[in-house]
Nanobody, 122 residues
Framework: QVQLKESGGRLVQAGGSLRLACAASGRTPSEDVMGWFRQAPGKEREFVATISPSGTTTFYADSVKERFTISRDNAKNTLILQMNSLNVDDTAVYLC???????????????WGQGAQVIVSS
């Protein structure tokens, strides 16, 4: 079973950038598809981005496309989410996760980190 731990969440002004990291341990995470989700207060958890094991294929939610970039460093067992042009609607707890297969739906993911809080101020 893989263990996931996010870091990098903080308060940032609108228009700013932030880089989240997710450290993976346990089974070999470099063999797995990985993804990022987020959950704002009072809202359902929503898909943000996913990446193939090699890092060559990525897919994004429309709401973050061209602003966020998902990447991975398999040598360091680390998943990255670079977030640019942040706005107040990006305020949420961001969670990294591992799915059983390539997917954007929450139910396909069977391992989750505890989350990193991102607050975007106007």
């Amino acid at each position: 079973q893989v263990q996931l731990k996010e870091s990098g969440g903080r308060l940032v002004q609108a228009g700013g950038s932030l880089r989240l990291a997710c450290a993976a341990s346990g089974r070999t995470p470099s063999e797995d598809v990985m993804g990022w989700f987020r959950q704002a207060p009072g809202k359902e958890r929503e898909f943000v981005a996913t990446i193939s094991p090699s890092g060559t294929t990525t897919f994004y939610a429309d709401s973050v496309k061209e602003r966020f970039t998902i990447s991975r460093d398999n040598a360091k067992n680390t998943l990255i989410l670079q977030m640019n042009s942040l706005n107040v609607d990006d305020t949420a707890v961001y969670l990294c996760a591992k799915p059983r297969f390539w997917a954007t739906m929450t139910g396909a993911y069977d391992a989750w980190g505890q989350g990193a809080q991102v607050i975007v101020s106007s």
